[in-house]
C-alpha cells in the first residue's frame, strides 16, 4: 500500500471504476494524497470466463455481451486482495463508483430479497448465483440493435426529436434500445426481470445490498431519460417495453447519497458501519469529475473507447454526438462523442507490427514524419459508432486504396487516424479550438508520450495530464468526499486541492498539415460510409 505520509486515523474516501476491461480502486486521505491503488483485470485475474478484452464477441459480430457474475466475482476478488493487503476498511467514511456506460444488468425477480440478506460467511458470488433473468449483460460495444434504432426513432418522431428529449439520437449501444431487444427477442426473460440496472447503479447495488438508483449522468446514456427535466421521458419508456418506469426505478442526482455500506460488507470486511455511499456514475462523466476542467478545456479520453467531451452550459443536441447531465452541476450538461476502435485497436497494431512493445511502437512512431507523407488509414476492427462503418482502409498519398502500409507507417497511420476522426467529430459538436485551447487526456493511452504528440499535433493544441492512474475512481472519491461533506462545501472547493494537470505535449507547425487531413479524412468517410 502507498502510504504518503498518513496516520492510521485518517478519514478515508474510495472511488471505483467498474470499467471495459478492469475494476479499478483509488483512496484518497483528507488531504486527496492518493493512498492506495488496486485493480482486477478480468481476462487474465478471471480467465474462466474467457473474455477478450472483458466481453465476449459473439459469431454475429454485432452482440457484445459480459458475464454479468464476472462483476461480482471481480468485486469480491478486489476486496479480497484489499483486504490482503491489509487495507483499513474501517477508515472509509464514504464510497462512491463508476461504470462503463449503457450496459444493463437484468435483476430476476426475488433477486432484492437475496441482495438485502446476504450471509457474510458466503461469497456474494455464491449467493447471487439465481439473481439475474438475462446472464449476458449488452454492453457498450453492442452493435445489434439497428432495427430497434429505427423503431425508436421512427415511433417518437424522428432522430433529432429524440436527441431534443434525450441528448442524442438512437444509438445501438444505448440501453433503450438494448432493453427493447430483450423485450421484443426474449420476453420471458423481460417479464421475469424486476429491476434494470445500468453497470454503474448495479455496482453501487453491491455496496448497499439493495437496489441503487440510477444517477442524472449515466441515464442521459439510456435514450430513455429526459436531459431537462431529468425524469424518465413517458413516450420513450412506452416505445422500449412495459412498466419499464417500475423496472427502472427513480433516477437521482449523481450526488445523492444513496444509503450506508451495506450489513454485509461492515461484516465480512470491517467496513466502517456508517460509511455512506454515494450514487455511482458513469464513467466519463467520472473523469469529468477527476478531471476537474477549466471552461473551454476539451478531454480525450484513451480507455478501451476513446471518447472526447467537455462541460457544457448551454447545449444544443443534434444528430452527432451526445448530451449528458452533468454529474457535478444539477444544471449543467456535457457534450461527448465515443469512438469504439481505440485502445484494442492501437493494442492489434502495436502486436503485430511493434511485436508487442509499446517501446518498440513509439520508436516507430517517431521514425515517420507528421502527415505520414500523405499516406492516410481507417482501422475499424469493431463496427464504428460514427460512422457506422467496419474494416480497414488504406489510402496512399494521391488517394489510391492500397492493401497494406509498411510497419512504420501502419504505425503512424493508426494513431493520425483515429486522432484525426476525434478532432473532426469534436468540432462537429461545436468544440471550439483556439490559441487557448487545452486538451487534457485520460485513459491508459495517455501513459505514451508519443502517441500524446501526434495528439498535440492534430489538435493543434497543448496537451495536459494529470498524474494519477485513473481520473474516473479519483473522480469518485473526490465525489464521495464531496457527498460526504455536503451540503457545506462545493465540489469545486473539495477538488481544488488535487494536483493540477500538466503539460506533456506542445503541437509542433503541424496546423496546415493537420487541416487538409481531415478534410481528406471527411471525404474518406463519406466514401466507405456509403459502402456499408
Ligand atoms: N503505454 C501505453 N501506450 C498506449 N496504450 C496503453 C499504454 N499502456 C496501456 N495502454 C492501453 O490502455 C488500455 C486500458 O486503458 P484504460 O483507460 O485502463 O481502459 P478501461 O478504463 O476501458 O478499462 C489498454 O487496452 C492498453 O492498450
Ligand atoms: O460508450 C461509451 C461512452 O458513451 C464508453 O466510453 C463506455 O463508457 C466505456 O468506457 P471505457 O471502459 O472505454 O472507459
Given at each position: 500500500m502507498?502510504e504518503q ?5 485518517d478519514r ?10 478492469q475494476?479499478k ?16 483485470q478480468?481476462?487474465?485475474d ?22 454479468t457474475?464476472m462483476?461480482?466475482q471481480?468485486?469480491e476478488h478486489?476486496l479480497?486482495?484489499?483486504?490482503a ?8 467514511v464514504?464510497?462512491s463508483?463508476?461504470g462503463?456506460q449503457h450496459?444493463s ?7 432484492r ?5 446476504c450471509k457474510?460467511d458466503?461469497s ?11 446472464e449476458?449483460s ?15 426513432e421512427?415511433?417518437?418522431g ?5 436527441a ?6 438512437a444509438?445501438?449501444?444505448?440501453t ?8 421484443q427477442?426474449?420476453?420471458?426473460a423481460?417479464d ?6 445500468l ?9 448497499i ?16 431519460l429526459?436531459i ?12 422500449c ?14 450526488t445523492e447519497?444513496?444509503?450506508k455500506?451495506s450489513d ?8 466502517n458501519?456508517?460509511?455512506?455511499v454515494?450514487?455511482?456514475?458513469g464513467?466519463n ?7 476537474a476542467p477549466?471552461?473551454g478545456d ?8 476513446d471518447?472526447v467531451f467537455l462541460w457544457?452550459?448551454k ?5 452527432a454526438?451526445h ?5 457535478l452541476?444539477?444544471?449543467d450538461?456535457?457534450?461527448l462523442?465515443c469512438?469504439?476502435?481505440?485502445s ?7 502486436d ?19 502527415g505520414?507523407?500523405g499516406?492516410?488509414?481507417?482501422y ?8 457506422t462503418?467496419?474494416?480497414?482502409f488504406r ?7 492500397v492493401?497494406?502500409?509498411p510497419?512504420?507507417?501502419e ?11 476525434r ?8 468544440c ?8 487534457i ?8 508520450k508519443?502517441?500524446?504528440q501526434v495528439?498535440?499535433?492534430v ?12 481520473s474516473?475512481s ?7 468526499k464531496h457527498?460526504?461533506l ?8 473539495v477538488?481544488k486541492d488535487?494536483q493540477?494537470?500538466v503539460l ?7 496546423s496546415g ?11 474518406v ?8
Amino acid at each position: 500500500m502507498a502510504e504518503q505520509g498518513d496516520n492510521s486515523t485518517d478519514r478515508l474516501f474510495l472511488g471505483f471504476d467498474f470499467s471495459t476491461q478492469q475494476i479499478k480502486v483509488l483512496a484518497v486521505n483528507e488531504r486527496l494524497n492518493v493512498v492506495y491503488e488496486g485493480h482486477v483485470q478480468f481476462d487474465t485475474d478471471l480467465p474462466e470466463f474467457k473474455t477478450h478484452g472483458g466481453v465476449h464477441i459473439h459469431d454475429d459480430h454485432v452482440t457484445i455481451t459480459t458475464p454479468t457474475k464476472m462483476w461480482v466475482q471481480a468485486f469480491e476478488h478486489l476486496l479480497e486482495k484489499m483486504k490482503a493487503d491489509c487495507f483499513p476498511f474501517k477508515n472509509v467514511v464514504a464510497l462512491s463508483g463508476a461504470g462503463q456506460q449503457h450496459g444493463s444488468v437484468y435483476w430476476k425477480k426475488g433477486a432484492r430479497d437475496v441482495l438485502k440478506n446476504c450471509k457474510p460467511d458466503k461469497s456474494l458470488f455464491d449467493q447471487l448465483q439465481n439473481c439475474f433473468s438475462v446472464e449476458d449483460s449488452p454492453v457498450w460495444m453492442d452493435a445489434s440493435t439497428k432495427k430497434q434504432c429505427s423503431e425508436l426513432e421512427e415511433k417518437i418522431g424522428g432522430a433529432q426529436k429524440l436527441a431534443e428529449i434525450t441528448g442524442s439520437r438512437a444509438y445501438e449501444r444505448f440501453t433503450g434500445v438494448q432493453i427493447m431487444k430483450i423485450f421484443q427477442t426474449n420476453r420471458d426473460a423481460y417479464d421475469n426481470t424486476e429491476r434494470i440496472s445500468l453497470v454503474s447503479s448495479f455496482a453501487a447495488s453491491l455496496f448497499i445490498g439493495d437496489y441503487a438508483p440510477i444517477d442524472h449522468s449515466d441515464g442521459t446514456g439510456m435514450n430513455l431519460l429526459d436531459i431537462w427535466t431529468r425524469d424518465w421521458s413517458e413516450a420513450c419508456l412506452e416505445i422500449c417495453g412495459t412498466d419499464l418506469a417500475a423496472k427502472l426505478g427513480s433516477p437521482v442526482h449523481s450526488t445523492e447519497n444513496i444509503g450506508k455500506i451495506s450489513d454485509y460488507l461492515v461484516s465480512r470486511y470491517a467496513f466502517n458501519p456508517d460509511c455512506i455511499v454515494a450514487a455511482f456514475v458513469g464513467d466519463n462523466p467520472a473523469s469529468l469529475a477527476g478531471l476537474a476542467p477549466e471552461q473551454g478545456d476539451v478531454i480525450v479520453s484513451l480507455g478501451t473507447s476513446d471518447t472526447v467531451f467537455l462541460w457544457l452550459t448551454k447545449p444544443t443536441p443534434g444528430l452527432a454526438g451526445h448530451i449528458f447531465a452533468n454529474p457535478l452541476n444539477e444544471k449543467d450538461f456535457m457534450s461527448l462523442t465515443c469512438f469504439k476502435n481505440g485502445s484494442l485497436t492501437r493494442e492489434r497494431i502495436r502486436d503485430e507490427k511493434a511485436g508487442g512493445s509499446w517501446d518498440v511502437f513509439s520508436e516507430m512512431l517517431l521514425k515517420t514524419p507528421a502527415g505520414n507523407n500523405g499516406n492516410l488509414g481507417i482501422y475499424f476492427d469493431i463496427t464504428e459508432i460514427q460512422p457506422t462503418a467496419v474494416g480497414v482502409f488504406r489510402f496512399q498519398s494521391e488517394g489510391k486504396p492500397v492493401a497494406s502500409f509498411p510497419p512504420e507507417v501502419e504505425v503512424r497511420a493508426v494513431i493520425e487516424g483515429q486522432f484525426v476522426a476525434r478532432r473532426v467529430y469534436a468540432e462537429k459538436v461545436g468544440c471550439q479550438l483556439g490559441p487557448k485551447t487545452r486538451v487534457i487526456a485520460t485513459g491508459g493511452g495517455s501513459k505514451n508520450k508519443e502517441i500524446l504528440q501526434v495528439l498535440a499535433d492534430v489538435f493543434n493544441s497543448p496537451v495536459y495530464v494529470k498524474d494519477v492512474p485513473n481520473s474516473a475512481s479519483l473522480g469518485c472519491a473526490l465525489r464521495a468526499k464531496h457527498t460526504y461533506l455536503r451540503p457545506a462545501v462545493p465540489f469545486s472547493e473539495v477538488a481544488k486541492d488535487t494536483q493540477q494537470p500538466v503539460l506533456v505535449a506542445s503541437p509542433g507547425n503541424w496546423s496546415g498539415v493537420y487541416s487538409s487531413l481531415c478534410a481528406r479524412y471527411e471525404d474518406v468517410e463519406r466514401d466507405i460510409s456509403r459502402d456499408i
